[in-house]
């Protein structure tokens, strides 16, 4: 009989490094509040001795996340979600009397980035498990490493498919996948009539996997996409000429298959062209808050997107309702599903942990236990993991900017 893991809820405070893993990049647009005693070693990175670290046992855990870079916002949510959880944790007391300890890796939401994180948790001594990045090309390219130094590795946020495909033993996600995600996005499209859409999408494995997903279930439904651009989201801003040949094609929708800041610059751009009347549909990466602050909530109203959490207060009750109202207090903005997914991943961990027959298993043991055993009951879906590593119990949801915030669209 699988148990059930229920999550808690409390704010204070916590012990966390950043940790740079290449080159320095520019600070990110919000910074993450951390409390930390820091002194800069040899090589120039940041090394942090925490609180925590100093009084006593603790149960230590890495964070890969880009909190630098051109994906920052959502690196930032993640971070946020991950303090919540911590602060909460050991807050009531910690697990089985350990707090719990973070360091975070910055990817900058670079593969190249994510490999050399990898590789210096893997050198770590003391790390219990990864929370792993927002990109599931810097999960994928971190994975080798980890999987060396028998770390389990869960996830949030991953949507691609390819993570569970690949006979990665040691990872976990917890959100829905992408194919399922963009089968509800078109049917949503298709439902609302709109029989011209043109495609967006960056270079990004995954968001090139969505394309070929969005277009073939377009082209089941017997429609044509009549117009599709690859960008590369890092170099490329003006999307100007794109713009103008979805519009010329006759478009009257438009399915994003990126992250927020180039949906959000293409909205904007297609405004101050004047073109608005389109339908606007965008996977999980498009869903955050920043997308209505960067297009303007004018611009933005109306957008819809699928994902796995909305915060939308107004239909958010207990646990869920409490978390976004401490992330709002803690970030002055709504939680994406990047918040989420870490504070899950976090909290179930930790409960994992507390549990006797699972408190001293490591690596691969650790996660087929978890596998065998685990359900939890979070804030943003149940989870059940499989042996694939999937979470059979992750639902979809559809969200609707309204009023400049993400809402739940009924």
Not at 147 to 161: F, H, K, W, Y
Not at 226 to 245: L, R
């Amino acid at each position: 009989m699988k148990k059930k893991l229920l999550c808690t809820l409390l704010t204070l405070a916590m012990a966390v490094s950043l940790i740079g893993c290449g080159s320095s990049a520019p600070e990110a647009s919000n910074e993450p509040a951390v409390e930390t005693t820091e002194e800069t070693g040899d090589n120039g990175e940041t090394e942090s001795e925490s609180s925590a670290a100093s009084s006593g046992d603790v149960i230590k855990f890495a964070l890969i996340s880009p909190m630098t870079g051109e994906n920052a916002a959502t690196g930032e949510q993640q971070y946020n979600g991950t303090k919540l959880a911590v602060d909460a944790i050991n807050a009531a007391g910690g697990v089985n009397g350990k707090m719990l300890e973070f360091d975070v890796y910055d990817d900058q939401a670079n593969t190249n980035q994510a490999v050399i994180c990898g590789e210096k948790i893997a050198s770590e001594e003391g790390y219990r498990f990864v929370v792993a990045s927002n990109s599931s090309g810097c999960s994928q390219a971190a994975y080798p490493a980890l999987e060396g130094a028998n770390l389990p590795l869960i996830s949030g946020v991953n949507t691609a498919d390819f993570m569970t495909e690949q006979g990665f033993s040691l990872y976990m996600r917890l959100c829905v996948k992408d194919s399922a995600q963009t089968e509800q996005m078109v049917g949503r499209l298709l439902d609302a009539g709109y029989t011209k859409p043109a495609v967006f999408y960056s270079t990004a494995e995954t968001d090139t996997t969505n394309y070929g997903i969005a277009k073939e279930l377009i082209e089941a439904a017997g429609l044509e996409v009549v117009g599709s651009a690859q960008v590369e989201p890092a170099t490329e801003k003006d999307f100007a000429s794109h713009i103008t040949n979805f519009k010329g094609a006759g478009a009257d929708s438009v399915i994003f298959c990126c992250e927020y800041s180039p949906a959000a610059l293409f909205i904007k751009q297609a405004a101050s062209l004047g073109w608005r009347d389109y339908g606007r549909y965008g996977t999980a990466g498009c869903s955050n808050p920043q997308l209505i602050e960067i297009a303007g909530a004018d611009v933005a109203e109306g957008f819809i997107a699928v994902a796995s959490f909305v915060a939308d207060k107004e239909n958010a009750e207990g646990a869920k309702l409490d978390f976004v109202n401490n992330y709002v207090e803690l970030a002055n903005v709504d939680p994406g599903e990047w918040a989420a997914g870490a504070y899950d991943a976090v909290n179930m961990m930790a409960d994992v942990l507390s549990k006797e027959e699972a408190a001293d298993l490591e690596g691969q043991e650790l996660v087929d236990w978890i596998k065998d055993n685990v359900s939890f009951e979070g804030i943003m879906v149940n989870i059940d993991i499989d042996e694939n590593g999937d979470n059979e119990a992750a639902n979809i949801v559809e969200m609707q900017v309204q009023n400049g915030i993400w809402v739940e669209k009924k």
